[in-house]
């Protein structure tokens, strides 16, 4: 089962206009693929935005873009209650927050231009923060669509003590 959802990540980077020498991608195809994920009735918006981004240098190599899918695919309900957990503290994560929260939690390391991408495509209000309306709810909504996994089964007073674990981890080493 993991072996053909490989395939099918393959399959899909594969649309995109990859360069052969570096097998990657545009940092707009990225966007396009980030927005394949999200609530179909932010789609037609979304869209419009990732071809709208900045022109960027940085491509996205394959293992990135696997690396972005696993995050959603499988830790996302995990981001989402570390956001929630914010939210109450904040109006949302700026872009060094969010990639400190991004990586205590799901442990993806993603790229500077990465977070650009997100943040140009989700700050709705452009104000520099994510809040979780903005990036969770846009998101999370749409990985039902896609009949991506449930959460983890796991009882969820002890996963939500992992996420505040990470959490606190991302504070004490900022
Ligand atoms: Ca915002």
Not at 29 to 53: G, N, T
Not at 80 to 109: C, E, I, P, Q, W
């Amino acid at each position: 089962m993991r072996r053909l959802h490989l395939e099918v990540l393959k399959l899909e980077f594969h649309q995109f206009d990859v360069d052969a020498q570096t097998d990657s991608i545009s940092m707009s195809d990225f966007a396009l693929s980030i927005v394949s994920y999200a609530s179909p009735q932010h789609l037609k918006k979304l869209v419009e935005k990732a071809q709208h981004i900045p022109k960027y240098e940085e491509r996205v190599t394959f293992q990135q873009f696997y690396e972005f899918d696993q995050m959603i695919r499988t830790r996302l309900h995990d981001l989402g209650l570390a956001y929630k957990l914010y939210n109450s503290m904040s109006s949302g994560l700026d872009r060094t927050d969010f990639h400190r929260v991004v990586k205590a939690v799901t442990k993806t390391d993603l790229t500077k231009t990465q977070v650009d991408v997100i943040f140009d495509l989700f700050d709705i209000n452009k104000d520099g923060h994510l809040n979780v309306d903005e990036f969770y709810a846009q998101v999370m909504k749409g990985r039902h669509s896609r009949g991506l996994d449930t959460p983890r089964d796991i009882g969820i007073s002890e996963f939500f003590g992992h996420v505040v674990r990470c959490v606190k981890e991302a504070y004490d080493e900022a």
